[in-house]
C-alpha cells in the first residue's frame, strides 16, 4: 500500500512572482568626470507615471544633476526658467534631485519638465513625514502651531521597538513649522559621533536602526521637557499618481521619475560636492523571456520520462531464449542473494507490492483529491501536509538513491552488509547496516528542509531547500510509477479524463462558486494565497500574520526564474508527472513486453517472433506527446497571464496519441484491455497466472 499526499491539488502549470517588497526596478550610475573614483550605482524604484528608460546604462545618455531653485527648494511652486541656471556647459541633458514632500510626486515632475530637465530624482527626507492638519489651522483663523503638526505614524514611518530615544525639547526648533529640518535633522542623524541624540541612547545603534535617523514622535514627557524619538524606516517607496490630476495630466509628463532613500541621496549629495558627476537613470535588466519556465517543462518531460522508463526495468533487463518446445514455465527465482539482485533489491520490492489501478480506483482518486483540496481550501492546514510530504519522500530517497548508493559502496569497499537486527515490526523484517546509515541519511536531510521550511520566509530562494524539493519529487514520481501500474488504456481514459475535468473545474468553475472569486486550486497550491498585506509593510514586518502565504504546496518542482532580480519561481505539480506518467509507463511496459516474451499481435492470435529488432513502439512517441502538451500548457501561461491546468493540454496530447497509434497499428481492442503480452510476462516473472493458458507461454523460458 501507498500512502499518497493530495497531489491532486497541484495539478497546475503556474509561474509564482515574488510579492516580498517594493522592490527597485530602476538603476542610477554615478560617474566622476574629474577623474576621481567615485563610480557608483544606485537602485531606484520607478515611478507609475512618465517615461519609462531603457534597460541598462548604455543604452540612456548621462545627464548632469541639479538642485531646484533656491526660491522654490521642493520644486512644488512651478519656478520658471527664464534664467540660465540650468545651462549646463558640455551637457545636453540635465536631472533634477528634488527633495519630497510640500506637493505630490506627479507635480514635482510635470514641473521638472517644465524647466527643461530629462529626468527627476526624488529622495526620501524626515521632514517629508510631517505634515499640518489643515483643519486646526483653520478653525484657528489660519495661524499655524504646534499643536496643528500631524507627526509621523508608528510602524509606517518610523518603529519604537528598533531604537528610541528622549530628546530634549530644548535642542528642537520648532519656528518653522512642521518640522524646522536644518536645526533638527542634525541632532536626529547619522552617529553618536556625528550628534544624533539617539545614536548616543542606543548601544549598536546602527544594527538597530539601519537608516541611523529617527523621527519625533510628537509624545512629550509629563514635565514637558523632553520629546520621544523612534528609529526611521528608510525604504524605497512607490511614486504613486496624484490622486487629483487627470489623465491628460498624467499623460503629458514625458520624463523619467525615480525615488531614492534617505542614505541613497546622502551619497548623491556627498558626490556632488566633492566632484563633477554625472548621472545614468535606466531601467534594471529583466529578462524578455523567463528561462526558468524551459528548464521546469525539461525536468517535467524528464522526470516522467525516467520515471514512466524505469517502471519497465524489470521487463527490459530480463534475458530469454526462444525454444520450440516448453512444457512449463519457471518463475524466476527470488531466493537468490547474488550482488546485483540486492542491488536491485528496493527496485525489486517496489515492483512486488505494485498496484494495477482499475476504473474503481480511478473514480476513488477523484474523490480523495477533491476531498484533500476541500479540507485544506477550508481548514488550511498546510503545515501537516508539508511534515506528511517530507517524511513520505524520505522514504523515496532512502528507496531510490542512498540504499543503492551506499549498498554499491560498500561492496566496492569490500564490506559485507550485515544484518543489524530483524524484526516483525513494521514488516521490517531483517535490516542491514547499511540500510540504516540510508535511512539515517534520507529522514536527516527531510528533518533539515522540514526546518527550513517552518523557520524561513518564504524558502523558495534558498538553494539547498528547492534543489532538495525537486529532489524529493523525483524519487516520489519514479516510486509512484514503480508502484502504481496501468494495464490498459480503458483505466488510463477513465482516470485522465475525469482529472482532465477535475482540474479544469476547480481552476476555473471555481471563482464563480467561491465568495472570494477564489480559484481553489490556485489557493491551495500557494498556501492560501499571496499575501494580504501591503508589500511595504511586509518589507518591514515580514513575520507579520497578513504577509503570510503565497508559498507553494512542496508537491511540486520548482525552478526560481533566473536571472530575474524581481524573484519569482516557476512551477510545475506532481500530479501533472504521474498522471500521464501512468499512460507512459503502461507504453513503457509494453514495448519492453513485447521485446521480452518475443512475440507480437497478428490477426487476432498470438505467434512467435523474435522483436528484439523492433521499432515501432509507444513510449517513444508518449513521451514527445508529453513534451507538446506541457509546452503548449507553457506558452498558455504567458498568452493567458494565469496559472493553467496542464492536464487540459497534457491529457488530449497523451491519450490522443496513445489511441491514435493504436489504431493505426491494429492493436487499439488489445490495448483498451489488459494486453495479453503484459499477463504473459507476468506469469514468467512472478509464476504462472491461474487464468493465464499454457499455450500463450510455450517456447519461451527465463534464463537462470
Known sequence: MVKTVPIGALLLLVFLPAIKAILPTAAIDIRCTDNESCDTTLFASQASFGAFPDMNAESNEPMAPMIPPTDDPLLCNGASAEDDDFVIPGFSKFVMIVPRGGCTFQQKTANAEFLGASGIIIYGT????????????????????????????????????????????????????????MRNDPVLSGSADQGNICAQANNNFANKCPSERCLLTGEVDDLGENMMACCAWDLHIWLYNDDNATREDTSSIKIPAFYITMAEADEVTLNMQMHQITVTMYRRYYPLYNVSSVVIWALGVFVAALAAWMSASEYRNAKFVNRESLDEIQPIDRSTSSSQEQD??????????????????????????????????????????????????AGAIFQIIFYPLFHRMSACMGMRDRIAFTTDKLELGAVSYVQIVAACASYGICTIWIYIAFTRNHPDSILFFWLMQDIMGACMCIMF???????????????????????????????????????????????????????????????????????????????????????????????DIVLPGLLLSFGARYDAAKRMIGMASSGGRVVPQNCQGQKKGYFTALVVSYAIGLAMANVAVYVMKMGQPALLYLVPCCLGTMSCL????????????TPRVLASCDSILYGPIVEESEEESQNLSPIN
Request: charged share 15%; net charge negative.
Open 662 to 673: 493504436g489504431w493505426m497499428r491494429g492493436e487499439l481492442r488489445e490495448l483498451w484491455n
Open 344 to 393: 536491485a533489491a528496493p527496485m525489486r520490492n517496489m515492483q512486488e507490492e505494485s498496484m494495477e489501478l482499475t476504473a474503481a480506483h480511478a473514480f476513488g482518486f477523484i474523490i480523495f483529491s477533491t476531498s484533500g483540496l476541500l479540507i485544506l481550501f477550508f481548514f488550511q492546514i498546510y503545515n501537516i501536509v508539508k511534515i506528511f510530504y517530507a517524511f513520505g519522500c
Open 481 to 575: 510509477l514503480s508502484t502504481i501500474k496501468l494495464n490498459s488504456i480503458k483505466v488510463a481514459a477513465v482516470l485522465l479524463t475525469a482529472a482532465f475535468f477535475y482540474d479544469i473545474f476547480f481552476v476555473f468553475v471555481t471563482p464563480y462558486l467561491t465568495k472570494e472569486g477564489k480559484s481553489i486550486m490556485v489557493d491551495v497550491a500557494t498556501s492560501g494565497g499571496p499575501p494580504t498585506a501591503d508589500p511595504a509593510w511586509c518589507e518591514k514586518y515580514p513575520d507579520d500574520v497578513n504577509c503570510q502565504g503565497g508559498d507553494p504546496l512542496p508537491m511540486l518542482f520548482t525552478i526560481p526564474r533566473l536571472f530575474d532580480y524581481s524573484g519569482g519561481s516557476s512551477l510545475l505539480g506532481l500530479g
Open 126 to 181: 524626515l521632514a517629508s513625514r510631517y505634515s499640518l492638519n489643515s483643519t486646526l489651522i483653520a478653525m484657528n483663523d489660519n495661524i499655524v502651531t504646534p499643536e496643528s503638526v500631524v507627526y509621523p505614524q508608528q510602524y509606517y514611518d518610523y518603529d519604537c521597538d528598533k531604537a528610541s530615544a528622549e530628546i530634549p525639547l530644548s535642542r528642537l526648533s520648532f519656528d518653522s513649522l512642521p518640522y524646522d529640518y
